[in-house]
Structure formats: structure tokens, C-alpha cells
């Protein structure tokens, strides 16, 4: 063989080897289908990403993957706008009944879900993308599901410990000093004669209305609580 035909067919094989793998990755991003060029649709001043789909996003945003207790822009953004678009969640993830919740072409793996699981998720994906209720307290500051919930698609039943909102927010007694009312300090829902093991979410619902439930018993108090109505 002569030099120039061996430069030829190596040429040719490494043409071979890209065209299959850009083939496969088409085949299996969810995003390449809507979009041709990712760049047309990334913020302005990001950082410039190489082509490859969801996973080339993925090296960088991976809050999600890890279930972080931490905003999260990337999947806020992603969710709400496609959300706004009235885009199926299975546009972008494959939910196999029983299996597992993942995106399409990545190895990521959220935990089991059946198909009712799917169906409860989106409800509470549209109320925290525009309820006014906690969920969409945390939507509009950039919190996801998974900031949260953590590492595990939220099912039904599922709720947040107290420990995991004050991942976020506390201790208690940095809660408490802001909630106290300069008029009756001692009228504080986060002191009071509960205690400190109350669970959060007995007047901070995660996807309803908030409610004080200091109020049940004290009918003449005025409390307000973020999140109590549309
Ligand atoms: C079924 C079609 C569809 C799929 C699949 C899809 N998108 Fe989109 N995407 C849209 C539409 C429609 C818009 C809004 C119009 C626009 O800006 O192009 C949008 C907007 C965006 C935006 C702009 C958000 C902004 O700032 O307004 C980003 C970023 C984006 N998509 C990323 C992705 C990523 C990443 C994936 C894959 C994980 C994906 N999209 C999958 C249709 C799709
Ligand atoms: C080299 C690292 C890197 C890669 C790769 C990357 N990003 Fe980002 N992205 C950032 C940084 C840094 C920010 C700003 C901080 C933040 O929001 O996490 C950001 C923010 C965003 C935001 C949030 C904007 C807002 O609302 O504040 C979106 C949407 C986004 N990226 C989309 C993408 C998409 C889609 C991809 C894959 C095509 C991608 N990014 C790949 C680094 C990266
Ligand atoms: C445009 C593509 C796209 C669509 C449509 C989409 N998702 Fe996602 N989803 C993603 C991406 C990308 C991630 C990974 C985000 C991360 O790791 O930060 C993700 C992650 C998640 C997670 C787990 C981690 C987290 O960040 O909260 C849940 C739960 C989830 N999606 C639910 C849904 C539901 C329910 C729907 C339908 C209402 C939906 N998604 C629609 C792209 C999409
Ligand atoms: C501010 C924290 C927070 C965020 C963000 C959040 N949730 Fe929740 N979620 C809760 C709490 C708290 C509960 C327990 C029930 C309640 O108080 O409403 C819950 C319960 C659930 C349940 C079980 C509901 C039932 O009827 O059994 C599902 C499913 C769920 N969340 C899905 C989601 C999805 C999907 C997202 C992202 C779109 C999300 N959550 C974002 C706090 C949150
Ligand atoms: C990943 C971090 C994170 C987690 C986990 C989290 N939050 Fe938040 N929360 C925020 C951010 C950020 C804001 C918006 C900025 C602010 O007001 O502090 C917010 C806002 C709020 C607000 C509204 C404050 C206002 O004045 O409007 C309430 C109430 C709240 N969170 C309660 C909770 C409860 C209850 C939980 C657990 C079920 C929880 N949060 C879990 C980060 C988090
Ligand atoms: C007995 C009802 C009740 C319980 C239980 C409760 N809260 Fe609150 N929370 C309130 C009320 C009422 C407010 C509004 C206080 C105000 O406006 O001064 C509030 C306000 C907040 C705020 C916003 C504070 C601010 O000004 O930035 C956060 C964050 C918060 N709560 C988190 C939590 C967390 C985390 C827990 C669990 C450890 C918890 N709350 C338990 C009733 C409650
Ligand atoms: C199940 C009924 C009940 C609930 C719910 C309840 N309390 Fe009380 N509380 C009482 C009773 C009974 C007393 C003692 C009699 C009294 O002084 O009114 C009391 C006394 C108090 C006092 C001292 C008396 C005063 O008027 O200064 C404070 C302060 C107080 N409660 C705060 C709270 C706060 C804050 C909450 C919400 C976290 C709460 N309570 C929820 C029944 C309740």
C-alpha cells in the first residue's frame, strides 16, 4: 500500500467511527431532536459547550444527579421553560414502569417509578412551577425537585424532613430570631411551647397551602406565613 492510500483509509475510518458515534448520540439525546445548535438557546455570557447533548451539559450541572440541597438554575430553567411549552416529561426522560427515572441517553438513575408516579410528578411540577404555595417559593429562588426531595424521584406519600429544610435555612434558632414578632415575642412559631421537633411541614406545605397552626387554638392572633395562598 502507498502512503497516500494508507492516509486515505485511516482518513476514511476515523470519518467512519465519527459519523457512527454522532449517529448514536442523535439517536439517543433527548435534546438534539428540538435542537439542531445548542448554543442558539443557552444563556447569554455562559461558557461555551462543545456539542454532545444532555451529557456535555451534564460534566458541569450535576446538582441534580447528586441530589445536592442547593439551587439548582440549570434544572429550574429547564423545567419551567419546557414546562411553559407544554413539552412531555418523556420528551426527556425514559420512565420505565417499576424500573427506574433517568434521561434519555445518560446513566443517571432516580429510583423506581410507575407510571401513576409520572402522572402525580407533573402535578407538582405544575403547581411548582406556578402556584404561589411553598413549591413555587423554591421554583422562583431556583430550587428543583431534587433540592428537596434529594437523589430519589419524589413519589407518592414522600415528604422532606425538618433536617433537610434546615440544610437550607437553618438552625432553628436563626429561624426563630427572624420569625419572632416584635409586639408579642413569644407568639413564635418557630419557638413555642411545640418545641423545636415540630415538623416543618405541619404549617409549611410542600405543594398545598401553608397554614398556622398556632391558629387552631389561638383564633385571635394574627400570623402570616409565605406560601398561604395563590
Ligand atoms: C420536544 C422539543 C424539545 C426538546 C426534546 C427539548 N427542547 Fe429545549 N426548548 C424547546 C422549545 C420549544 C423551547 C423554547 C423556544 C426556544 O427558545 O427555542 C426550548 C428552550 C430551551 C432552552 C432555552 C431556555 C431559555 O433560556 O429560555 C434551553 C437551554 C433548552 N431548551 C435546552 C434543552 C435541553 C438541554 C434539552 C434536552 C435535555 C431540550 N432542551 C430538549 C423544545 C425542546
Ligand atoms: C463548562 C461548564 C458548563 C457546561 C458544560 C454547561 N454549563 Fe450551563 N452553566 C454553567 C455555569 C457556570 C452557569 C452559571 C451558574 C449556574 O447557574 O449553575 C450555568 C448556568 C446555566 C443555566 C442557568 C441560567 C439561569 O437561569 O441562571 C442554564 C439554563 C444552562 N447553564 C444550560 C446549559 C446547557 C443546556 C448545557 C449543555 C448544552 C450547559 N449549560 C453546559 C456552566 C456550564
Ligand atoms: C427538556 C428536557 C426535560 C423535560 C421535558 C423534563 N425534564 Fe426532568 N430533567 C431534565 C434534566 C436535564 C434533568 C437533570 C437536571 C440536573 O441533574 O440538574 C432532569 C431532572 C429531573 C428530576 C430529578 C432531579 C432534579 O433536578 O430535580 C426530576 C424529578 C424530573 N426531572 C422530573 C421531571 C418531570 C416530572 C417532568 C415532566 C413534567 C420533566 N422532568 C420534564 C430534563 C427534562
Ligand atoms: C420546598 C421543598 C419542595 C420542593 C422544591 C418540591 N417538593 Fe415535593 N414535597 C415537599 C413536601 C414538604 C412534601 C410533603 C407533602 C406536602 O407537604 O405537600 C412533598 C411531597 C411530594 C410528593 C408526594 C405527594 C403525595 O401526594 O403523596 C411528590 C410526588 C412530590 N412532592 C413531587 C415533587 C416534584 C416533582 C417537585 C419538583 C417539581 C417537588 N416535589 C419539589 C416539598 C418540596
Ligand atoms: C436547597 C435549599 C433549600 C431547601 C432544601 C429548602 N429551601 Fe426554603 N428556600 C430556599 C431559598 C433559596 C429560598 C428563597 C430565598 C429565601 O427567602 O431564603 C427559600 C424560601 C423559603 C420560604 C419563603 C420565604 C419568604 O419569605 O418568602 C419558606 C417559607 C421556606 N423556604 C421554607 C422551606 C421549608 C419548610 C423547607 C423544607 C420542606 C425548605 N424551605 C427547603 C432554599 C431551600
Ligand atoms: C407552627 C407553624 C410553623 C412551623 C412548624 C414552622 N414554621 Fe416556618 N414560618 C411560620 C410562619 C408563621 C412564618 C412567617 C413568620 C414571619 O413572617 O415572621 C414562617 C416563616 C418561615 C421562613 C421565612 C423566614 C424569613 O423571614 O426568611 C422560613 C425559611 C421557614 N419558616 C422555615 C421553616 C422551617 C425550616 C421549619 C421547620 C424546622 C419551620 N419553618 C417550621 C410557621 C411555621
Ligand atoms: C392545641 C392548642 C394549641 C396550639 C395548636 C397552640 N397553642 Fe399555644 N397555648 C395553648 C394553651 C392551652 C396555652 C395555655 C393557656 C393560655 O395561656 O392561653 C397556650 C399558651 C401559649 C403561649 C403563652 C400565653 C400567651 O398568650 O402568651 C404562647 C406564647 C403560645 N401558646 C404560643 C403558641 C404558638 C407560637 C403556637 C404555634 C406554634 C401555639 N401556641 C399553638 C394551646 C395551643
Redesign the pocket.
Known sequence: MTMAKKYWLIAMLCLGVLLTCGTAWAMT???A???KD?S????KEHPTVAAG??AQ?LACHNKGKEGAAEQNPFST??HT??LS?K?DCV??HNAESGKSFG?KGDVVDWGAVKPEDVKLMQEKMNSWASSGFTDNLHARAGVDCAGCHGKKAPVSDDTVENARCLECHGPVAKLAERSANKEFPKRNPHASHYGSDIACTTCHKGHDASVVMCADCHKLWKMEIPGAAK
Do not use: F, Q, S, Y
Request: aromatic residues 0%; charged residues 15%.
Open positions: 439525546d433527548p435534546c431532536g428540538c435542537h445548542m442558539k438557546v443557552l444563556p447533548g444532555v451539559c430553567k429547564l421553560v419546557h411549552k413539552i420528551a426527556c434521561l
